[in-house]
């Protein structure tokens, strides 16, 4: 894999991707990663470069919005160890939302493969990346 094609996948989920977190239970917590475009032939790239990666994805499309001409595709990578990976290769790329994947992947470093109970500190992360994104 080339490190461009890495940084170029960065650079979209800074500018066109979400990082969300979420509480399950009282100790379980769950991070996804999206991108959302109507460029079909983004989505492709991005499939390919988690494909050689082997991150797990899914696509969900076509998803129409209000006032536009033409549909949605989402991508989403949201099991753990997935998260975690791409986190893995994008951190060192990142600029937007490296403080973000920063937050998570603390997390997923010590959860991914194990049973792992959340503590009141991971739970943080959360009460974190609600902040980050309220600043970008």
């Known amino acids: 894999m080339l490190a461009t094609e890495i940084a170029w996948l960065s650079g979209i989920i800074d500018g066109e991707g979400c990082i969300y977190g979420k509480q399950n ?7 996804r990663v999206t991108v959302e475009t109507v460029s079909l032939a983004m989505i492709d790239k991005i499939q390919q470069i988690l494909r050689q990666c082997d991150v797990e994805y899914r696509i969900e499309s076509p998803i129409w919005r209000k006032n536009s001409t033409r549909p949605a595709h989402r991508l989403k990578v949201e099991k753990k160890q997935a998260v975690q990976k791409l986190c893995n290769l994008i951190l060192p790329y990142s600029v937007v939302k490296k403080p973000e994947i920063v937050a998570i992947k603390s997390f997923l470093d010590k959860s991914v493969g194990i049973y792992y109970s959340a503590t009141e500190e991971d739970l943080s992360i959360l009460i974190k990346l609600r902040e980050l ?3 970008a």
């Not at 239970?25 to 991070?31: A, N, W």
């Open 133 to 135: 994104k309220k600043v």
């Open 25 to 31: 239970s009282i100790r379980s917590v769950t991070f």
